[in-house]
């Protein structure tokens, strides 16, 4: 046997100082290192790799070291949790509806910096605290391949045909793009039809996917003939080196119909945050022209700043036919249309 | 012998039982069975066990609370088919890991199949791919817009599907079954074999009514070992779009829906109680003894003709669980690299995996030694209880104890919720146990006649414990240290739900990129998890 040798007062000592930094490292959140700007939480609802290029831009011009946490639509429940803990400073989210409804929870501070009136009043909070920076209408993105133009459906009324059985793909109930979308669609239609339409998607629906993603590759691939998406989830699939013959449709555009629902993404100021400052100084960086082209553009989303161009083939905002409705006015109906959605049968979580 | 030893502890307890009776100061004396630890370990232990407990119990608590209403609507709605969902998957996959290991153990201990060394290390292997990335390499090879679909036109199946979570998820869980019974074969003794030759049964019928039977507590235990991964699995079957208790908890943590998240859990933790209480049955009713005196090493089978049958079967199942997914994982992090996905973000990335479960490991291995002690050197129904109150977080999903932490942090310690300690603590929560299992067989195997030795020659017990014991069990500690190590680098669930801001580790980097279809720039991170992975190999397969 091994002749038990002695542990060392040294080696006790230095393992309870190891220990020591290690949980003064944690307690302080992980070393907070370089920028002596001090720092800004950044709370992102939105693809990641959309929003990380603009932050390490804004990180490398500023000094202000951004930490970033990235989710999808909990991130609303988060902030809401967090009321009396507030973590975030800022709110990036692809869902008007969503930061309309924090804002009259409370969660959000006013923001009276003149950048924002670079974008129309329709698109931004009466206050300031959210600002919207790109568009997003609601399309089918449909694969050429398995289905022409003239067959598709023309209006989303029409998804709840059984024809269409197993034909298309929906994301899960909880997607923010989707339960904005509803509760657009239940101050057009009303609670019950809205409800009735929502169990009939729930059974014709051939695949109910996490995001967007999953559904324009499988459109693409040709999984199914196609699928509700953004409309900048067409242009990102005809970007693609291979599986890119598809097109979209606006749907509802005809004389007398309502018209494609459109949300914008942007950014909203928390409430409390323990940054303020630098949130503002973000906000206002990020309504500065190349920003905007950035943010709108590699997600080939439409901007709302009129003096930024759109990117290649995508729609103006002025082409086509929109639903005509006060974002802002979503904002209460929001809690209510996600419990519409889990009623009628369409599961929130995926 | 053992008799008497037995009457004369019962007369023991008996004695202490009567002087606790007379004088209530003696109780203490009673419980330990008249040999209390010092303050200071039992301190100590009674912390770690209580703190390792709480979250369990409150999300317990919670769930139970949550209201008639929400249990109603959730077993009229969700939990019918969470149920389904979860024990076709769970009943499947065992049976599926079963049939693998028992096949392969089998192969390669009592056949004369070749190069069986070798094949027992490729057959183990597997194990050090977290299934989550054997998910990721499976939708790159056959997923619809996959590899195979790229050559030939169309996926040759939907990976998306009971069939296809149930095959990937057994292939990444079947070395549990394939390790224990290997080494439960490797002990077998030929005699039983030839005493059912010479009573007249054939090969099948040996196999069948001894071999089987004499296996039956190995098998039963790697089955435990995978019914309880599948029951817990967050990351592969969410990646394969499949709906279970976990996934529901998460995504309903997700949209904080607490109450409904606390009732699901309480479903299932009910559920892996029932699957630890009918494994503990099922064993406790058979007992085998095989008599060591007498050992014989069965000669290999001859295998004849099905040699090839036996090298094929082999052949597919380490391409299937190990080659595909790591030629997979280098051929993509080769394209993920070319595209930058070494940065300076993958080290931060790197750096908060490598602190946050080095952390855990040093907690861990800490924080087990006063409980491993009080077991083995003050035996009695309090250390007992103590070590199972830390046990409890080990058969639960990560879901749940993020579940608890949440809970526990947001609403009476805000100061430390959204720090990482909380997240550390997590992960000691999941994995001190793995550190005890370590700690505890390296302490038995430690006289306690050294300690007494030493006391005689006048050290004090934390000298004891600090010059006799400490340096001794110096590589049960280092091999605890290297499994919660491996464990918490690999956790994926509870690390989603409880990261810090802009403190993403390499499995929630792999997580999001992958749940963006980015899977070359997940590879990467991959595959550094499974090299960081295969680290404590040794120790992993000498457990079983």
Redesign the interface.
């Given at each position: 046997m091994k002749k038990?040798?002695?542990?060392k007062p040294l080696y006790?000592t230095v393992?309870l100082l190891?220990?020591a930094v290690?949980?003064g490292?944690?307690?302080?959140?992980?070393a907070p290192d370089g920028g002596n700007n001090g720092e800004l939480?950044?709370?992102n609802a939105r693809?990641?790799?959309f929003v990380k290029p603009l932050l390490d831009q804004f990180e490398e011009e500023t000094g202000i070291?951004?930490?970033?946490?990235?989710?999808?639509?909990?991130l609303v429940?988060?902030i809401?949790?967090?009321r009396?803990?507030v973590?975030?400073d800022v709110f990036i989210s692809n869902d008007a509806g969503a930061m309309e409804y924090l804002r009259r929870q409370n969660l959000l501070a006013p923001n009276d910096s003149p950048a924002l009136e670079n974008i129309d009043e329709r698109f931004r909070a009466s206050d300031g605290s959210w600002v919207g920076l790109s568009a997003r209408a609601r399309v089918l993105i449909y694969n050429k391949n398995l289905i022409s133009e003239a067959e598709m459906p023309e209006t989303l009324q029409e998804l709840a045909d059984p024809k269409w059985e197993g034909k298309f793909m929906i994301t899960r109930g909880?997607n923010s793009s989707m339960v904005t979308h509803v509760a657009a669609l239940r101050e057009v239609w009303g609670d019950e039809e809205t409800r009735s339409w929502l169990s009939a998607l729930h059974q014709n629906a051939g695949a109910i996917?996490?995001?967007h993603?999953?559904i324009r590759?499988?459109v693409?691939?040709g999984?199914y003939p196609f699928g509700l998406v953004n409309n900048y989830y067409y242009h990102l699939q005809l970007e693609e080196g291979?599986?890119n013959n598809v097109g979209a449709v606006y749907p509802d555009q005809s004389e007398g119909e309502m018209g494609a629902f459109v949300n914008v993404a942007g950014m909203a100021l928390i409430d409390g945050a323990p940054n303020k400052e630098n949130a503002r100084i973000f906000i206002d960086w990020m309504l500065e022209d190349e920003q905007q082209f950035e943010f709108s553009y590699h997600s080939k989303e439409t901007p709302l700043y009129p003096k930024i161009q759109a990117p290649e083939g995508a729609k103006e905002i002025d082409q086509y036919r929109a639903l005509d409705i006060n974002l802002t006015d979503l904002g209460p109906h929001w809690p209510d249309a996600?419990e519409l959605i889990q009623e009628s049968g369409l599961?929130?979580?995926? | 012998m053992p008799e008497k030893e037995t009457a004369c502890a019962e007369n023991r307890i008996a004695y202490y039982r009567q002087a606790a009776l007379e004088n209530p100061s003696r109780f203490r004396l009673y419980i330990w069975r008249g040999n209390p630890p010092g303050f200071i370990p039992e301190a100590l232990a009674l912390v770690t066990a209580l703190v390792m407990f709480i979250p369990i119990l409150y999300v317990l608590v919670r769930g139970i609370q949550g209201g008639w209403e929400r249990w109603l609507t959730l077993l009229d709605t969700r939990i019918p088919h969470l149920l389904w969902n979860t024990l076709s998957l769970t009943v499947v996959v065992s049976l599926a890991a079963l049939l693998i290991g028992v096949a392969a153990a089998w192969l390669v201990t009592r056949t004369d199949l070749p190069g069986r060394k070798i094949w027992a290390w490729l057959l183990a292997l597997p194990l050090v791919v977290p299934p989550y990335v054997g998910a990721i390499s499976y939708i790159i090879v056959f997923g619809?817009?996959g590899l195979v679909?790229?050559l030939v036109g169309e996926a040759p199946f939907d990976i998306y599907s009971f069939g296809g979570v149930a095959a990937v998820l057994t292939m990444f869980t079947y070395p549990y079954v394939f390790l224990i019974t290997s080494a439960a074969l490797k002990r077998f003794n030929l005699n039983y074999e030839e005493a059912g030759r010479m009573a007249g049964l054939n090969h099948l019928q040996v196999f069948r009514k001894i071999t089987l039977p004499l296996l039956r507590p190995a098998m039963g235990a790697g089955v435990l070992l995978v019914s309880l991964y599948a029951l817990s699995d967050f990351g592969l079957v969410?990646m394969l779009?499949y709906?279970t208790f976990t996934?529901?908890i998460?995504?309903?943590?997700?949209?904080?829906d607490r109450l409904s998240a606390a009732v699901l859990s309480v479903v299932l933790i009910l559920i892996t109680l029932v699957i630890l209480w009918l494994e503990y049955r099922t064993r406790s009713r058979q007992r085998f003894v095989q008599d060591a005196g007498t050992f014989r090493k069965p000669l290999p089978f001859s295998l004849g003709r099905w040699r090839l049958a036996g090298l094929l079967g082999l052949g597919a199942v380490v391409a299937s669980a190990l080659v595909l997914p790591l030629s997979v994982l280098v051929y993509w992090s080769y394209y993920g690299i070319a595209r930058g996905a070494l940065d300076g973000r993958f080290l931060e990335y790197t750096s908060?995996s490598l602190?946050?479960a080095?952390?855990a490991a040093?907690?861990c291995a800490?924080l087990a030694l006063p409980l491993v002690y009080l077991k083995s050197r003050h035996p009695s129904p309090v250390s007992s209880f103590y070590e199972k109150l830390a046990l409890a977080g080990y058969a639960l999903p990560g879901v749940i104890i993020a579940l608890g932490m949440v809970f526990i942090f947001?609403s009476y310690i805000?100061a430390?919720?959204?720090?990482?300690?909380v997240l550390?603590l997590a992960y000691i929560i999941r994995f001190l146990p793995q550190a005890m299992q370590a700690e505890s067989a390296s302490l038995n195997q430690v006289s306690p006649r050294l300690d007494e030795a030493g006391r005689s020659l006048g050290y004090p017990p934390w000298q004891v414990i600090?010059?006799?014991i400490?340096?001794?069990i110096r590589p049960g500690i280092l091999a605890g240290m290297a499994l919660v190590f491996v464990s918490a680098v690999k956790e994926l669930p509870a690390t989603l739900l409880l990261?810090?801001?802009?403190?993403?580790t390499l499995a929630v980097r792999i997580w999001?990129e992958a749940?963006?279809?980015?899977y070359d720039m997940a590879a990467p991170a991959s595959l550094l998890i499974i090299i960081v992975s295969a680290v404590p190999l040794k120790w992993l397969i000498n457990r079983f």
């Open positions: 038990p040798g002695l542990i006790l393992a190891v220990l290690l949980t490292a944690l307690i302080s959140g992980c939480v950044v709370y693809s990641e790799t070291r951004v930490r970033i946490l990235s989710g999808r639509e909990e429940n988060q809401e949790e967090e009396n803990n973590r975030a909880g996917t996490g995001g993603t999953d590759r499988a693409g691939a999984e291979q599986d996600k599961d929130l979580g995926i | 619809p817009q679909r790229n969410s779009r709906t996934t529901a998460y995504f309903q943590m997700g949209s904080f908060h602190l946050t080095g952390a040093i907690f800490v947001n805000p430390l919720y959204g720090t990482a300690v550390v600090s010059r006799i400490l340096p001794l990261r810090p801001p802009g403190m993403d999001i749940s963006e279809g980015f």
